[in-house]
């Protein structure tokens, strides 16, 4: 069987190219095509085509949908599409595809422009583009797995483009390929590789001033949308063309990238890697910090590296990809991702030397070559990607420790992601808070819809302050409201009033709130003083304190002043509670909920006063410190 899916879907079934009948059927062939050689369980399937409210019959219409697309593949299909025990397989060559005849044509195509055979690349390239033929799965259902499936494909097609050009500016046809660039630079004009091609053309064809002209416009849309100059290849060319000198090598945003392991004499990866997981949808606010992080990235010291860094729940992941996203074209090397699963509560951390195999392995690496000995890979990695201008994305670290080996070499940006500082390692450190009132009804808003936020104004006010500005809780509320479309916002404001079950509500499929306060709670297991750190949270939870004080929290732990210091310290820099200024510290009041659960679980209550004081001179204490601090402004 040959199957087309660059376009609209067809089949060969060894007389004829045929399309499937149904929008639903050509989508599950879709999704059996991107899970070709493995199963697609009748649950995804499911949820792709119903992801707001499956009938009661969607497993019965899933059986009529894969009948229907037997019935079209006519004799093929009994040794094409397979029943599994929890859904269906799709069994084909593996160069069935007009993606993988893509692939492989691109691969050689950009091999060939490594070793400097323009000629014989551009061939090869042009052969792979002419395999489109429109949008690929156009006449499927954009469900949210085909949708990511088309903006990964478009990308590669957007890449092997570049590529032909770069073969076709070599080969000296600069002047043929300026109408075709200024096309895609006005659809794509935050490319700088791009631009740098349209430049290069024009400088080819004695456009001196349409090239510099050319330049000053990609400049204005960089600094205008993103806020950044461009990369100093871009740069470099400019300043090239001013000058009127012969033009630098292909700059880095057009160079193909060629990859070697160990043992091997030609490119394992023709390819930059692009993992980065797809970005936010309904991405709201943190415009500051954005801009603040961009600079810290994009900086005229080269790349930067940077720590982001905030409690569990406050987006920090959302962010750094949201970023990461916006600094594509300043990496023109690739992006390496890796969720090192320091804040799921139900998975271990990942070990240093698994996350090193995973990136060397995404860099073109072979299996067998990847050294199973930490410092070996992490060296083999430094390697790899020293000059190369990667961004690495390290999200959900534990600590130092844990990052350290995972650093890239030089000219490589990182961001790293953690409810720790980790400022052991060197890297700027950008402190995340809570999302501003107006900020989190936006949000809302974006998930769950406008028209019901902006019906229920009252309703919704209350759902966004009970969820204290942290979108781990916003987009669970949204989650919940999703699912009900037709019920009011009153509903689950009403239902978050009660503080006992606050967090019950608080959690919808996979996400959890109270989950991620655990895995705080639980980074502090490898502490000595882990059961002194429990009793303290769970102490000044139950004592209902807006804000403490050493003296104050000594008083309620019954500890002395230097070790009250040290453990408030450790559980600050577990994000277990806040600081505005030295001394004084505050637990939101949605953790405060968590720990006093906590306090009931450890069999921990706050009758356990000193021996030696009187009550009322316990009380006495707290009473005069809450004065004191209420006299302190923004307390």
């Known amino acids: 069987m040959r199957l087309q899916v660059l376009g609209p879907i067809r089949v060969w079934t060894g007389s004829d190219w045929v399309s499937v009948p149904g929008s639903r059927p050509r989508t599950l062939l879709a999704l059996l095509t991107m899970g070709a050689g493995r199963p697609v369980t009748t649950a995804h399937m499911i949820a792709e085509l119903w992801p707001a409210k499956p009938p009661t019959t969607a497993a019965t219409l899933i059986r009529g949908y894969i009948l229907q697309l037997r019935r079209a593949l006519g004799g093929l299909a009994g040794e094409t599409v397979l029943t599994r025990a929890s859904g269906y397989e799709l069994r084909c060559a593996a160069d069935a595809t007009d993606v993988a005849r893509f692939d492989a044509l691109t691969a050689r195509g950009r091999a060939a422009l490594a070793k400097g055979a323009a000629e014989e690349a551009h061939l090869l390239l042009t052969q792979a583009l002419a395999l489109w033929r429109g949008e690929p799965y156009s006449d499927a259902l954009l ?6 499936e088309v903006s990964r494909l478009d990308e590669r097609r957007l890449t092997a483009t570049e590529a032909r050009i770069e073969a076709g500016l ?3 046809h600069g002047p043929e390929l300026i109408q075709e660039l200024q096309g895609l630079t006005g659809e794509h004009p935050l490319r700088e590789g791009l631009w740098g091609q349209l430049m290069r053309a024009l400088y080819a064809a004695d456009r001196r001033a349409d090239a510099l002209e050319s330049y000053r416009r990609a400049r204005q849309v960089l600094v205008e949308e993103l806020g950044l100059e461009p990369g100093p290849d871009l740069q470099e060319l400019h ?84 970023l990461a996203h916006l600094l594509r074209n300043h990496f023109p090397g690739g992006c390496l991702y890796v969720d090192l699963q320091g804040s799921r509560e139900t998975l271990k951390p990942l070990q240093p030397a698994e996350a090193l195999g995973r990136m060397l392995r995404a860099l073109g690496v072979a299996p067998s070559d990847v050294p199973t000995e930490t410092a070996e890979a992490a060296a083999r990695f430094r390697s790899l990607t020293t000059d190369r201008g990667m961004l690495v994305l390290l999200d959900n670290a534990v600590d130092g420790a844990q990052v350290a080996p995972l650093l890239p070499g030089e000219r490589c940006g990182v961001v790293s992601t953690s409810r720790r500082s980790l400022t052991s390692l060197g890297h700027a450190v950008h402190h995340l808070n809570a999302l501003s009132e107006q900020e989190s009804l936006t949000m809302l808003g974006g998930l769950a819809g406008d028209d019901r936020v902006a019906a229920e104004p009252d309703a919704a006010l209350r759902i966004v302050r009970y969820c204290e500005g942290l979108p781990l809780a916003l987009r669970i509320v ?38 991620s306060f655990a895995v705080s709670l639980r980074d502090l297991e490898g502490d000595p003083s882990r059961e002194d750190l429990t009793r303290l949270l769970c102490l000044l939870a139950l004592s209902r304190h807006l804000h403490v004080t050493i003296p104050l929290a000594a008083t309620v732990a019954d500890t002395a002043l230097d070790q009250t210091e040290e453990l408030l310290d450790k559980l600050l820099d577990a994000r277990l509670l806040d600081s505005p200024e030295p001394g004084r510290y505050h637990m939101p009041h949605l953790l405060r909920l968590f720990a006093e659960k906590q306090a009931v679980h450890h069999h921990i209550s706050h009758k356990s006063e000193p021996a030696h004081q009187p009550r009322n001179a316990l009380l006495a204490a707290m009473e005069q410190e809450d004065s004191a601090l209420q006299l302190i402004p923004n307390c």
């Open 239 to 322: 300043h090239a063309i001013l000058e009127g000198r012969s033009l630098p090598g292909p700059g880095a945003s057009a160079r193909p990238v060629a990859i070697l392991s160990a043992g091997q004499e030609g490119p394992a990866s023709a390819s930059p890697p692009l993992e980065l997981p797809r970005d936010v949808p309904a991405f709201t606010g943190r415009q500051k910090d954005l801009a603040s992080l961009q600079r810290r990235m994009t900086g005229s010291d080269g790349p930067g590296a940077v720590v982001i860094t905030g409690g569990g729940g406050m987006g920090k992941s959302a962010l750094a990809i949201h």
């Open 170 to 172: 070599l080969q000296g």
């Open 143 to 148: 469900t949210t797995a085909v949708s990511a």
């Open 478 to 515: 949204a989650a919940r409201l999703t699912s009900r479309p037709r019920w009011p916002l009153r509903w689950l404001a009403d239902k978050l009033e009660n503080e006992q079950h606050r967090l019950d509500e608080l959690q919808a499929e996979d996400l959890s709130l109270r989950s």
